[in-house]
């Protein structure tokens, strides 16, 4: 048992941190249990406690201070304390059923799993699908259950494209759609874009679900865009076009497959920016990959090659070459 001698979330999140640098589970969820029989009420300990420490997390993985074991042990460490905290505060559903998912190709289950947990408190009655949902599958479910909304999550601001896809199949169903997550920016402001519904957290998701007609559609003129068709027709062509230009022979098989991926994900970024009609959303990836990159000894003028040749075939695509020449300076912030 880990002796929690501070009673309060700020005084034991140093401690809940070290439990999570040590894989520490058990003394993880004796924090985490003793800090609600200390009478600070669930939600708090799931969204001021847990939330931030893996925000933190994150930082510690991007600044390759943790690798990627380090992270998947804390998160798991996490997931355990929402379990336990669940299974000791287990209130009876008083409200409607609502449906919350990851969309298809979203990995990033814990944050949704925080959501529905604290919406649960909340006295919503919550059906969780958890990660990567494929639309079919989800839409199926919709239809047979007839919740009073669908919750869906994205963290990754490159998957909006797919997002919007999903909300539009959502939609057929007459299920309202709400959204959230970090893809759809601090400020929803990408979600406004896409005319969907936002919440930037668990409690802000429960005043909206309250709210009787929430999920108005309305104008998505970017649906049209040729140059977002034209840069989703060009994708493998810019990878390629980008790996040609690298001596790959000084490459290892791991930074080979590390260098496509992150080729993937600058190709991906642009033409979600592109999608929601944002350089700001580029702008953000590119600094993002910067601190990625740089902890990791990765030279950043080999990035700045890889956007002149990709805006260098990128000519009949105006916002997408802006995009690229705008956010190169970031890359050397
Ligand atoms: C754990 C983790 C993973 C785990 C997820 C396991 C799991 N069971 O969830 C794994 C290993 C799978 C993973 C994979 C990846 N990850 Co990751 N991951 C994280 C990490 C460290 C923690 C996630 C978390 O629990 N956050 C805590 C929650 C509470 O924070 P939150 O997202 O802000 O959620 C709040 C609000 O946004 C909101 N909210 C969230 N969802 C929803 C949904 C609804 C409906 C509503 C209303 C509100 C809402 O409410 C929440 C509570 O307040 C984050 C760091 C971070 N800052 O989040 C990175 C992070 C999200 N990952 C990142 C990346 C890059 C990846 C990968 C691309 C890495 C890679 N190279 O493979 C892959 C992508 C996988 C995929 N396709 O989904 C980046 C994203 C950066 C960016 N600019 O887009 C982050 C930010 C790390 C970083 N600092 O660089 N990841």
Not at 42 to 47: G, M, P, Q
Not at 129 to 156: E, F
């Amino acid at each position: 048992m880990t002796a929690v001698l501070d009673r309060t979330l700020d005084g034991a999140y140093p401690d809940y941190l070290r439990c999570l640098d040590d894989a520490d589970e058990t003394g993880a969820i004796d924090i985490a249990v003793a800090l609600l029989d200390y009478g600070v009420p669930a939600d708090r300990v799931l969204l001021d406690l847990v939330a931030p420490a893996q925000a933190q997390v994150g930082e510690w993985w991007a600044r390759n201070e943790w690798s990627v074991a380090q992270e998947h042990a804390a998160t798991h460490v996490s997931e355990r304390v929402v379990a336990a905290v669940a299974a000791t505060v287990r209130p009876r559903p008083s409200r409607e059923r609502i449906v919350v998912a990851c969309l298809d190709g979203e990995w990033h289950a814990l944050p949704a799993r925080l959501v529905a947990e604290v919406l649960r408190l909340d006295g919503w009655d919550v059906t969780f699908l958890g990660a990567s949902v494929p639309s079919p599958h989800l839409v199926s479910y919709l239809h047979r259950h007839d919740p009073r909304a669908v919750l869906l999550a994205c963290a990754l601001p490159m998957r909006l494209p797919h997002a919007f896809r999903a909300i539009e199949a959502c939609r057929r169903t007459d299920v309202p759609v709400l959204v959230g997550g970090r893809a759809f920016g601090a400020d929803g402001r990408w979600a406004r874009k896409l005319g969907v519904a936002w919440a930037a957290d668990a409690r802000a998701a429960s005043a909206v679900l309250a709210t009787p007609a929430f999920d108005v559609p309305h104008g998505a003129s970017f649906l049209d865009d040729a140059e977002y068709a034209g840069l989703v027709a060009a994708r493998v062509e810019l990878i390629d076009l980008a790996l040609d230009r690298l001596d790959l022979a000084r490459y290892s098989p791991p930074q080979v497959d590390a260098t496509v991926a992150d080729l993937g994900y600058i190709v991906d970024s642009l033409t979600a920016a592109v999608y929601v009609d944002d350089a700001t959303l580029f702008g953000e990836f590119v600094s993002w990959m910067r601190t990625v990159l740089a902890s990791r000894k990765v030279p950043l003028q080999t990035v700045g090659s890889t956007f002149d040749v990709m805006a260098g075939r990128l000519r009949d695509f105006p916002r997408a070459r802006a995009y690229l020449r705008g956010a190169a300076p970031r890359l050397a912030a």
